[in-house]
C-alpha cells in the first residue's frame, strides 16, 4: 500500500495537485483561524458593505484582461504567449479607464440604490483592483503554462497571512467596513507584486515582455478571438448571475442582510476555494495536454467530478445540516443567519465544485458559444426565482433557498451537456 502510495504521489497531475492544494489549504486554514477574531470585531454591516464592494469589482474582474490571458496555457509557443500577455495589459488598462469614467458618471447613483453613502469614496479603487487583478491574472496563466505551481502556492500562503493578520491589527483600533475594504484591495495588489517578484527570480521560467514575439499582436489577437467574444461576455454574465443575491438583498433589505450573505460565501469559499484553485488549475493544463494526445476526456471529466463530489460532501454537507449552530460557535450569536443562509449556499457551491473540471474544459472542447448560451440562461433562470423571492414572498430566506436550489440544478444539467459535448469532441478527433 505504501509503495502504491508513493507512485501516485510521484504522478505529475497527482503531485502538482498536492502542491496547489498544500499552498490553498495553508492560506485558507489561515483564513479559518482568523475568521472568529475578524467577524467579532467588525459584524454583519461591515461585512455587507465590503460584499457589495466586491461584488462590483467581479463584475468585470473575471473579463478585466477580456479573458486573453486564460489562452496563454493554451498557446502553440512562449513567444505568442508572451504576445497573448501584451495584449491583456493593454486591455486591462483600457477597461481600468472605462471603469474610472463610469464611477465618475454614476458613483452617487449607485450608492444611493445600495445603502452605501458611507463608503462612496472607495469606489475610485475599483480601476486600480482592475489594473492589478489583470496582472494578476497573465502572472497566475503563465507560471501555469509553466507548471511552476510550487511558486503560485507559496505566494498564496504570504498573502494569505499578510491580508488576515492586517485585518485582525488595525480591527481591534478601527474596526470598520473601511478596513474591509481597503485591505482586500491591497491584497490583491501585494499578491500581484509576489507573483511578479517570485517569477523573476525563478530564471528560465519568467515572463519577458521585451522578448521577440514573432507574430502580430494583431495576428494574435485574431488567432484567440473566441476568448474574448465567448468567454468573457459568459464571464461576466456568469459573475452578474454569482453577486444578484447580495445585491439584490442589500437593496432589499439593507446592508445587514447582505452582511450574512457575505459570511456565508467567504466560510463556504474555503473549502470551494482550497479544492478549485488545486485541481481548476492543474486540471486545465492536464485537459489540455489529454486533449492534444487524443486521451479518453470523457473519462476523465467524469473521475474528476465524482472525486470532487467525494471531497465536497464533507464540509458542504455539514454547513446543510447545521448551519445556524456553525456559525454560532464559530463567529458569535450575532451570526445564526448566515447560517441559514449558508446552508443554501451550500448545496449551490457542492455543485459548482463537482462542475468545476467542466467549466475548466470547455474552452479546450472549443465549446465557449455554448458556454455563453448555458450562462445567459442561467442568468435569466436566477434573476426570476431572485425576483419571485423578494417581490413575492418579499423573504430573504426564500430568496436565497430558490437561489441555492436553482444554482445547483442549472450546475448539474452543466456536467451531463459537457460530457456530451467531448464525447462528439473524441469523435471528431478521430476522425
Not at 467530478?305 to 460557535?329: C, D
Request: aromatic share 12%; proline share 4%.
Amino acid at each position: 500500500m505504501r509503495k502504491k502510495m508513493l507512485r501516485l504521489v510521484k504522478r505529475p497531475f497527482i503531485r502538482n495537485v498536492l502542491i496547489m492544494g498544500g499552498g490553498s489549504a495553508a492560506g485558507q486554514i489561515i483564513t479559518v483561524l482568523m475568521s472568529p477574531i475578524i467577524t467579532r470585531l467588525y459584524g454583519p454591516e461591515a461585512y455587507g458593505q465590503m460584499g457589495i464592494f466586491i461584488s462590483f469589482c467581479f463584475l468585470v474582474i473575471p473579463a478585466a484582461a477580456l479573458t486573453f490571458p486564460s489562452a496563454i496555457v493554451l498557446a502553440t509557443n512562449d513567444s505568442e504567449a508572451t504576445g497573448l500577455a501584451r495584449i491583456s495589459v493593454k486591455v486591462s488598462i483600457g477597461v481600468a479607464l472605462f471603469s474610472a469614467a463610469v464611477l465618475f458618471l454614476f458613483s452617487d447613483l449607485i450608492a444611493r440604490v445600495f445603502h452605501l453613502e458611507q463608503i462612496i469614496s472607495l469606489f475610485y479603487l475599483i480601476p486600480f483592483v482592475i489594473l492589478f487583478s489583470g496582472y494578476l491574472q497573465i502572472l497566475e496563466q503563465w507560471l501555469i503554462r509553466k507548471e511552476q505551481f510550487l511558486l503560485t502556492a507559496r505566494v498564496e500562503v504570504v498573502q494569505a497571512m499578510a491580508l488576515q493578520g492586517s485585518r485582525v491589527g488595525v480591527g481591534f483600533f478601527y474596526p470598520t467596513s473601511f478596513i474591509l475594504i481597503v485591505s482586500w484591495s491591497l491584497g490583491l495588489a501585494f499578491k500581484s507584486a509576489l507573483l511578479h517578484l517570485f517569477s523573476h527570480l525563478s530564471g528560465p521560467h519568467r515572463l519577458s515582455f521585451s522578448a521577440e514575439t514573432g507574430v502580430s499582436l494583431k495576428g494574435i489577437a485574431k488567432k484567440y478571438k473566441d476568448f474574448p467574444l465567448f468567454r468573457a461576455p459568459q464571464l461576466l454574465l456568469y459573475s452578474l448571475s454569482e453577486t444578484l443575491p447580495l445585491l439584490l438583498l442589500a437593496s432589499f433589505f439593507g446592508p445587514a442582510s447582505a452582511g450574512f450573505y457575505s459570511i456565508g460565501r467567504t466560510v463556504l469559499n474555503v473549502p470551494a476555494n482550497l479544492i478549485n484553485k488545486a485541481i481548476g488549475d492543474v486540471f486545465y493544463q492536464r485537459f489540455t495536454v489529454a486533449a492534444k494526445n487524443n486521451e479518453n476526456l470523457s473519462s476523465l471529466l467524469i473521475k474528476a467530478s465524482l472525486a470532487l463530489g467525494a471531497v465536497g460532501i464533507i464540509p458542504f454537507g455539514t454547513i446543510m445540516l447545521a448551519g445556524p449552530e456553525v456559525f454560532v460557535w464559530v463567529f458569535g450569536e450575532q451570526w445564526v443567519v448566515g447560517g441559514e443562509y449558508g446552508r443554501w449556499i451550500a448545496l449551490w457551491l457542492f455543485f459548482v465544485l463537482m462542475a468545476k473540471p467542466s467549466t475548466v474544459a470547455l474552452p479546450v472542447l472549443a465549446a465557449q458559444g455554448f458556454y455563453l448560451v448555458y450562462t445567459v440562461l442561467m442568468v435569466l433562470v436566477w434573476i426570476g426565482g431572485l425576483s419571485i423571492g423578494a417581490y413575492v414572498f418579499d423573504s430573504e430566506q426564500i430568496t436565497i433557498a430558490i437561489f441555492g436550489v436553482s444554482g445547483a440544478l442549472m450546475n448539474l444539467v452543466l456536467m451531463i451537456l459537457t460530457m456530451f459535448i467531448s464525447k462528439r469532441f473524441e469523435r471528431n478527433e478521430s476522425s
